[in-house]
């Protein structure tokens, strides 16, 4: 499929409230082996607080020169070659739902998703731009799943002007649950009877998905962040924020022998975010038709490799939660397990940009994605 790709060094970009991450994928052809792709590219750099809240860009300009910064048009890094690039639209600002719609597949028109997905949507449809997609079609079938997803027209429109104005061509805007899905998803597992919790726990945002079915099911956006777990322990320690993010980092879900009410914060920060999970997973068994019991929580962002917090969070939860492998499905098994432990926790934060790159490494024009 990677021969097909009229776009072969298009890469993904995923700008977040507090980082932009740049990942760009190579392909390798093994002599008498299939080809696979390898991490050629892999960029970070920092937002200062309050250039993006919630996914809501305040200040453009500062991000168009972070993103030209990133891909290496102000000279400081190898310039980025292709101008094509597959980004992200913010979870917070997008709507992604499972509906069922009473035609078949075949005749599905978008007029006539756009209607019965009107009667889900939070907004609007009028100012909505709508993606859609029907999932695992039969043909005798005479009603269709379809997987819709939806953001503000305003929200999409300012991530376009922004990255044409970095001089970017865009072949797709997607949203971050399906990027995420994309990485963290064993491509070639069977998870007949299973359901999967994806939970991405970043600096700014965090977010869980249900992918069941061979499918998103539905997201929702978290309150436990690692800027509020940040701020959390220097209120409650009284310290500086520096301090309190390097304890954080250094001690995770452990005592720490300086300041000893520091574990008993930590658990009841855990405990907020274990109800969290608790109800999206209950919601979802409740108000889901064909619903499969969660198995297993896969996780990413940076504060999933925060000490014991998988092991504090399985006991919890009563649930199996751990960082999930990022790369395995851009190699073959025996060469993703070849992935060191330090690459393995670097890439938990990329994981949204390594989904938008593995779009990207495809031909995103006939990719069957929101």
């Known amino acids: 499929m990677f021969f097909n790709n009229p776009f072969p060094f298009a890469f993904g970009l995923d700008i977040g409230d507090s980082s932009i991450k740049l990942v760009q994928l190579g392909h390798k052809h093994p002599l008498g082996r ?95 731009y709508l993606g859609w997609q029907v999932l695992n079609p039969t043909e005798n079938s005479s009603t269709s799943k379809v997987l819709i997803a939806a953001v503000l027209k305003t929200v999409a429109d300012s991530y376009t002007y922004l990255l044409e104005a970095a001089g970017l061509n865009i072949l797709a805007l997607e949203a971050e649950a399906v990027a995420v899905s994309r990485a963290l998803i064993t ?48 209120q409650a320690l009284k310290i500086e924020r520096d301090v309190a993010e390097k304890i954080k980092i250094n001690t995770g879900i452990d005592h720490n022998k300086d300041f000893p009410n520091y574990i008993t914060l930590m658990d009841t920060l855990l405990m907020k975010l274990v109800e969290e999970i608790k ?76 989904g938008l790159a593995l779009r990207a490494a495809e031909n995103p024009l006939i990719t069957n994605n929101l």
């Open 34 to 128: 299939p080809s696979y792709l390898y991490p050629e590219t892999l960029r970070s750099v920092s937002l200062p607080a309050g250039i993006i809240i919630n996914g809501e860009i305040q200040q453009p300009e500062i991000v168009r020169k972070k993103i030209m910064h990133l891909t290496g048009q102000d000279g400081a890094y190898p310039k980025i070659e292709s101008p094509w690039v597959v980004a992200n639209l913010p979870e917070p600002q997008t709507f992604l739902k499972l509906i069922e719609v009473p035609t078949p597949a075949k005749d599905l028109l978008y007029d006539e998703v756009s209607f019965h997905a009107s009667r889900h949507l939070p907004f609007d449809i009028e100012d909505t």
């Open 187 to 234: 491509s070639s597992k069977d998870y007949t009877g299973m359901a999967r919790a994806l939970l991405d726990i970043g600096s700014a945002r965090s977010y869980i998905v249900i992918y069941d079915n061979d499918s998103i099911e539905f997201s929702k956006s978290l309150s436990f962040t690692g800027e509020s777990v940040t701020t959390a322990i220097a």
């Open 279 to 354: 109800s999206s997973i209950r919601f979802y068994e409740d108000h889901f038709t064909n619903a499969n019991p969660v198995t297993h929580i896969t996780m990413c962002g940076g504060l999933s490799n925060l000490i014991n917090f998988d092991t504090a969070l399985s006991q919890k939860l009563k649930i199996s939660a751990r960082p999930g492998n990022v790369w395995k499905n851009l190699a073959p098994k025996n060469v993703a397990d070849k992935i060191t432990g330090d690459e393995k926790r670097r890439g938990l934060s990329f994981a949204t940009a390594i």
